[in-house]
């Protein structure tokens, strides 16, 4: 494996600072304090440890999807160690197209573009969904989702509406709602960081960035199929699903929309099996990625991972 395999890898196994924003208008909430929260016997048990083990988008149910990667693998999966997005694909505004064409280029290069993950910075929605592991914490006002990077975690009020005036913030403002046997999260103000992206191709977004997360349980033989579609498109990188779990697995569904970034919103999936040890593993981004600057692996030289001045201990 060359430098530059060995190092995007480093970074999907291993997983800010961000300028100020006016607060943002807010959006329809999913739900609200006099909609009528679900029985408690009704809803759906989220709980665990849940892992896929790609590093990108799955497949949409249905319509228009995620920009995908023009670089493949012999067997026809994403080359996640060239990550040159289809800036064809008609999602994209001509600016929006534009610049993940020049992303492109300059990961033909050979050299990496600085984004959320690679510079040890929380991830916005729908970035974040990249991690291989994820836990939900389900308590009755609030779902706490809980991601491997960095042990960052978004919290979920249920059946509130957002406020009047959303304060951005890199995770943006969640409310949602159990729906059936559905959970519906709904994400508006997320803060514009200094290396914005909703995805691995430099797609970014604007402070019009909304999100719609549906969470379902499937069951073994749906979650089986969708595990199997998934790794064809982004093969697989880091994390094991338990071969001998037969339970139901774990579907996103999350619809993206954007007038300043898109021409018309589109949605894709991430299919989550049973964590195989069932543990939570440390990954702390900035201790762990081997990134070597004198080889100018990135295309900006003035990023670097973010470090202290003094331990904390």
């Given at each position: 494996?060359?430098?530059?395999?060995?190092?995007?890898?480093?970074?999907?196994?291993?997983?800010?600072?961000?300028?100020?924003?006016?607060?943002?208008?807010?959006?329809?909430?999913?739900?609200?304090a006099g909609s009528g929260a679900q029985s408690g016997a009704s809803i759906p048990d989220f709980s665990g440890f849940w892992l896929h083990p790609g590093l990108g988008f799955g497949?949409?149910?249905?319509?228009?999807?995620?920009?995908?990667?023009?670089?493949?693998?012999?067997?026809?999966a994403s080359d996640f160690t060239k990550l040159v997005g289809d800036y064809t694909n008609p999602i994209l505004k001509p600016q929006a197209a534009e610049a993940v064409k020049k992303f492109g280029e300059i990961s033909l290069s050979g050299r990496v573009v600085p984004d959320p993950d690679?510079?040890?910075?929380?991830?916005?929605?729908?970035?974040?969904?990249?991690?291989?592991?994820?836990?939900?914490?389900?308590q009755p006002d609030k779902v706490t989702l809980v991601y491997a990077h960095d042990n960052d975690f978004r919290t979920v009020r249920l059946n509130q509406p957002h406020p009047a005036t959303v304060v951005p913030t890199l995770h943006g403002d969640s409310v949602g709602r159990y729906e059936g046997d559905t959970l519906i999260v709904d994400t508006v103000g997320v803060k514009l960081g200094p290396y914005r992206a909703v995805d691995r191709f430099g797609t970014s977004y604007t402070q019009a960035l909304h999100v719609v997360?549906?969470?379902?349980?499937?069951?073994?033989?749906?979650?089986k199929a969708a595990l199997a579609l998934q790794e064809k498109e982004w093969p697989r990188a880091g994390a094991v699903v338990d071969p001998n779990y037969r339970g139901k697995g774990l579907q996103l569904e999350f619809t993206v929309e954007d007038a300043g970034v898109f021409t018309m919103p589109w949605s894709a999936t991430i299919t989550y099996g049973r964590n195989a040890?069932?543990?939570?593993?440390?990954?702390?981004c900035a201790e762990n990625v081997q990134h070597d600057y004198q080889n100018n692996y990135f295309s900006d030289k003035d990023a670097h991972l973010p470090t202290a001045d003094k331990p904390d201990f």
């Open positions: 494996m060359n430098p530059r395999s060995e190092f995007l890898l480093a970074l999907a196994l291993a997983g800010a600072v961000a300028a100020p924003a006016l607060g943002q208008a807010t959006a329809p909430a999913v739900g609200s497949p949409p149910l249905a319509g228009p999807g995620p920009v995908r990667n023009k670089t493949r693998l012999p067997s026809g690679n510079m040890c910075l929380q991830n916005p929605v729908p970035y974040i969904f990249w991690n291989f592991f994820l836990q939900l914490l389900q997360e549906r969470y379902r349980l499937i069951d073994y033989e749906a979650t040890t069932q543990a939570w593993e440390e990954r702390v």
